[in-house]
């Protein structure tokens, strides 16, 4: 069966460092994945996807995310984090084959804090 | 205006009481589908749509239906609300299944 983890639970980095939020799945094939952001009182918004191709994949917002199919891994960085990035952030795979196509399986999210 | 559109934003009612959430969507896409969402718990799928005539169960359909009026509203009942079914609830819609979901703001939902 499709899952994700999301091994973090809550990440606190200093305004203008680094970012890097863990995704592993676990599907029988290639699947589509994604990133989606939520910030407080706020839907679900898509920062980017992985369908085939470039296993390097640039998002709204300055995020980028890497594909590694030998580590079931989907991480998505930044270089540099803003106040604003403040948020719970969503890893996702979504099935392309079966009855069930195009659903997504939700990672049970990282909440992201930014210190001044 | 907002290509998902959830209605109401929140409510509050109490046991036993006969819920719907309504969504509606301005894209024209086919597949629709409502999630509830749980601190810790990331999303759960409750029911989806692939087209009008098409309603299939998801994950956590127990306590819940659903009503696919048009292409545009998909809508989920709550028969008789208990409290345990306090949570925020997302709609979202999907072009085709190699595309995103896209989700509306949410209603949130409190039991009492």
């Known amino acids: 069966a499709q899952s994700v983890t999301q091994p973090d639970i809550h990440i606190t980095v200093s305004e203008g460092a680094s970012l890097e939020l863990r995704c592993n799945y676990s599907?029988?094939?290639?699947?589509?994945l994604f990133w989606y952001v939520q910030s407080p009182g706020q839907g679900l918004q898509l920062l980017l996807k992985?369908?085939?191709?470039?296993?390097l994949v640039q998002g709204i917002k300055g995020f980028e995310a890497e594909f590694k199919r030998s580590q079931s891994s989907f991480n998505l960085r930044k270089p540099s984090v803003h106040w604003s990035d403040a948020a719970e952030y969503f890893c996702a795979v979504g099935a392309h084959y079966g009855g069930s196509q195009g659903n997504l399986i939700f990672g049970k999210g990282t909440k992201l804090s930014v210190k001044p | 205006d907002a290509d998902v559109t959830q209605t109401p934003r929140n409510r509050i009612t109490k046991t036993g009481k006969r819920i719907m959430l309504e969504c509606s969507q301005t894209k024209g896409h086919d597949r629709m589908y409502w999630y509830r969402q749980d601190p810790g718990l990331g999303l759960r799928l409750i029911y989806y749509s692939f087209d009008v005539k098409d309603i299939n169960k998801g994950e956590i359909s127990d306590g819940y239906s659903v009503s696919r009026q048009a292409q545009a509203k998909f809508s989920l009942s709550l028969e008789s609300a208990i409290p345990n079914q306090t949570a925020l609830y997302f709609c979202?819609?999907?072009?085709?299944?190699?595309?995103?979901?896209?989700f509306g703001d949410g209603t949130r939902l409190s039991i009492l």
């Open positions: 992985y369908f085939s191709g470039d296993t």
């Open positions: 599907y029988g094939a290639t699947p589509y």
């Open positions: 979202a819609i999907q072009g085709a299944s190699n595309q995103p979901q896209h």
